[in-house]
């Protein structure tokens, strides 16, 4: 009798915790990112939300993007995770995402909540009138001058950093040391040491000259045609005729592309908002960062990018309700995620935000939101690594042996064209 009720009093006790709120309601929420930064708001995020904590893992980037796209295409993805703009068309195109629900996150649809961003911020993250991402940070690129190297020139850093891509020839040249014939310090450099900061640099300047990349389909290449010709002799006629660049000075790599620039290696360098906590301030007292060159000034064309943040349409309705509040709490602590990335958040308010005073003067805010309100995002297209790599031989044959560009140029859109017919 003793031995039943002991059962039965454990089977009861059991059952009670079962259905007590700390277990019944427990809904764990997975997330998974490339970077660190997070770790602060998932833990705020943990303390005032027991009941739906988030477990957050980080990966490095490359392998991270490549265990992303394997899960999502097995359906063993996270919750919720992080990915970058332009790899959102091929996931869309399968159907791996679930679109963000703009009435979850307190707006009343799209198109109030576009009110509350830069503009064109959220366009890289739409596909067929819907959000797929929600981004945390928006991202262009700038041009960073070592205000030492101009003023070693002969040149005043305040006055005469370039404005244009000819500007960046002319006042390159003067910027480069050489040590015998052997150049050791480039005036300037275009980023060579991966396809996709190619295609940043390439498919802005042909946008520039009024081109693109591909036709309004997107199923042919453009890329060889007058416009693309041009923004691919930009970068020949920095190299070649002005001498201001040589890339095999350049020990750039993925994991620190800007690294020439506070090593002394480069005097002028385009780059991200990133860049700025890389370079750290001792580095920042002798840098500083000058607006995006343009084809024509008065009718810019910057390239931006961001990571974004996107759900698992795998999981339950209630599931992705629970997941858009952490997107919610994530998104709008905007504050920490500059303290933390140095990149600008892509609300319309972001540098009115207190506290943002200091870093408008100091950290170059007005630039980087400036860039990033004339910004475009890459070539959408579901086989845009297959372009940039296209883009990228092109670029490496036109510079490193002096191949004519439109040749060159002809040869990326046949190989681009055979990417785009395949299924």
Known sequence: MRR????????????????????AQQTRITWWGHSNCSKDLVAEWNKKNPNTPVQYDFFAMTPYFQKLTAALSTRSAADMFTLIDFLLPGFTAKNVLAPIRPEWLGYKDLEDMKKAYIPGALDGYIHKGKLYALPPIASGFSLFINTKHFREAGLDPDKDYPRTWEDVGR??????????????????DFAMHSSTWTMWYFNTTIRQYGGEILDASGKKCLANSEAGVKAMNVRARIAHHYKASDPTVSLGTNALPADDLPKGRVSMFITHAGSVAQFGPKVMKYVKVVPFPQVDPKKPVTPIYGFALAVNPHISEAKQRAVHKVLKHVVNDSKTWYERTSYPHPDKNFLNLPGMEDARKTRYLDVFVKDISNGRFLQRSDKVLELNQAIHRAMERVVLKKEDSKKSLDRACKEIDAALAKK
């Open 4 to 23: 039943f009720l002991m059962t039965h009093l454990l089977v009861g006790l059991l059952t009670a915790l079962l259905v007590s709120p700390a277990f």
């Open 171 to 188: 006042i390159g040249k003067k910027l480069v040391k050489m040590r015998g014939s052997r150049m050791v310090r480039e005036g300037f």
